[in-house]
């Protein structure tokens, strides 16, 4: 199984709403990242997990909020957003930071209106 | 800075080899990446190739690394309609550590003519 899971596949919210993106993987990976893709651009980091604790936040607003529960598990909160966040996010997961090979998932689409 | 070049755009016809070029900027990448995106896809991983290595082919893919100009091409022989896509070239800057990063490309729109 090389998959990770994200959900929902797509999100439309308001710019008072709280929601959260999901990522899920069972490869046994220790490293989880979040990247932020808007239209016909590279994906740009956001934040790193290694072994469940944060190792890398790329000055993210706090609006968003990641979270990693356990090994197999990544959150994303988000909170008061604004319509310049739109875009896909996406979310990867490797052995370990640095390791040979990022499996990335699908990806939520979110619109914030 | 960190940005990792790549030309926009490429377009051939089916049938013909791809050559999709890339400039990253770290001399000392231990690893180095090609990605595929599909239209409203996440990012599926092509294949990569380690920094001691000049040269890695994989079926119809083929890497070449020329460390001195930090320049990385990716070559798709007999290139098909579904290769159509956009490719990015990525690099793992850090000291190895808990904060290395993947930094991806500006990529490169493939178009494969039928």
């Known amino acids: 199984d090389t998959e990770v899971t994200q959900t929902p596949k797509h999100l439309v919210m308001g710019m008072t709403n709280k929601k959260s993106l999901k990522c899920e993987q069972h490869?046994?990976?220790?490293?989880m990242y979040w990247y932020k893709q808007k239209a016909k651009k590279p994906p740009e980091l956001m934040f790193v997990y290694s072994y469940e604790k944060l190792s890398i936040n790329e000055s993210v607003p706090s609006r968003f909020s990641p979270e990693c529960p356990n090994s197999s598990l990544l959150n994303l909160h988000l909170h008061a957003l604004q319509p310049e966040d739109s875009a896909l996010y996406l979310c990867a997961s490797s052995h370990r930071v640095g390791g040979t090979e990022a499996f990335f998932g699908q990806g939520t689409r979110l619109t914030v209106v | 800075g960190e940005d990792v070049e790549q030309s926009l755009f490429l377009s051939v016809r089916e049938g013909d080899s791809s050559v999709i070029n890339c400039t990253y900027t770290d001399s000392s990448s231990t690893y180095l990446y090609w990605y595929k995106q599909e239209p409203g896809a996440g990012l599926q991983l092509l294949t990569y190739i380690f920094s001691n290595m000049d040269m890695k082919q994989d079926q119809r893919l083929t890497v070449l690394l020329n460390k001195k100009d930090k320049h990385l091409s990716l070559r798709i022989a007999d290139t098909q309609t579904g290769d159509s896509a956009i490719y990015f070239c990525a690099e793992t800057l850090g000291d190895g550590g808990a904060t290395n990063k993947l930094i991806f490309g500006t990529g490169t729109l493939l178009a494969v003519q039928p």
């Open positions: 490869m046994g990976h220790r490293a």
